[in-house]
């Protein structure tokens, strides 16, 4: 059973930073494929950042230069590091895993219950 729990969300004001962790459980970490996503309501989720398992990255343009993601393979944890929050970036936050099935015919998606970030003076 695939789990993963995040946290590090909170009450930041604009221009504040953030670091917002997510354990993953239940699978071969080193292998996979993470992302963050974040959802406002009534809106879709997007996703924010990615790492692939070989530490390749990608982020939406709105948060280049600004949000980093990392993992550490031995702490089965990924990290997204949100500096020069704006109020734009409220949203929850939720924590992916991308990871093959036993058969080796597709690829599932688990999701984390997410954390809240609010970004407000």
């Known amino acids: 059973q695939v789990q993963l729990v995040e946290s590090g969300g909170g009450l930041v004001q604009p221009g504040g930073s953030l670091r917002l962790s997510c354990v993953a459980s239940?699978?071969?970490?080193?292998?996979?494929?993470l992302g963050w996503y974040r959802q406002v309501p009534g809106k879709q989720r997007e996703l924010v950042a990615s790492?692939?398992?070989?530490?390749?990255?990608r982020y939406t343009d709105s948060v280049k230069g600004r949000f980093t993601i990392s993992r550490d393979n031995a702490k089965n944890t990924v990290y997204l590091q949100m500096n020069s929050l704006k109020p734009e970036d409220t949203a929850r936050y939720f924590c992916?895993?991308?990871?093959?099935?036993?058969?080796?015919?597709?690829?599932?998606?688990?999701w984390g219950q997410g954390t809240q970030v609010t970004v407000s003076s």
């Open positions: 992916s895993a991308e990871i093959l099935s036993s058969d080796y015919t597709q690829v599932l998606t688990y």
């Open positions: 239940g699978t071969r970490f080193s292998t996979i494929a």
């Open positions: 790492i692939t398992s070989i530490s390749m990255t």
